[in-house]
Nanobody, 117 residues
Framework: QVQLVESGGGLVQAGDSLRLSCETSGRGSVIYRMGWFRRSPGKEREFVAAITRTNAEYADSAKGRFTISRENAGYTVLLQMNSLKPEDTAVYYC????????????WGQGTQVTVSS
């Protein structure tokens, strides 16, 4: 069974950068689409960014500041976050979508990102 493990969260100041990493374990085929979501206290989980082999997409809040990428033959997904703001404070979750016409069906345990003002 595929598992996703996030790392790279932490406490930073506004304007700083962080890079989140998500490793795929229990490898079989490369997951079709990988994404990042986040949940802030008192808010619904929201989409941040996602990537396939050929395409990346971003939430409006992430455009121009965050970059999603894949490496390690697609088994690792990264989220480079620049110019962080206090409103980016959240638990960030890595997610995997196995099939082109499916949904995100595999989730990591989350990593906390806290941005102080």
């Amino acid at each position: 069974q595929v598992q996703l493990v996030e790392s790279g969260g932490g406490l930073v100041q506004a304007g700083d950068s962080l890079r989140l990493s998500c490793e795929t374990s229990g490898r079989g085929s490369v997951i079709y689409r990988m994404g990042w979501f986040r949940r802030s206290p008192g808010k619904e989980r929201e989409f941040v960014a996602a990537i396939t082999r050929t395409n990346a997409e971003y939430a409006d809040s992430a455009k121009g500041r965050f970059t999603i990428s894949r490496e390690n033959a697609g088994y690792t997904v990264l989220l480079q976050m620049n110019s962080l703001k206090p409103e980016d404070t959240a638990v960030y979750y890595c997610a995997g979508q196995s099939h082109p016409f499916g949904t995100f069906d595999t989730w990591g345990q989350g990593t906390q990102v806290t941005v102080s003002s």
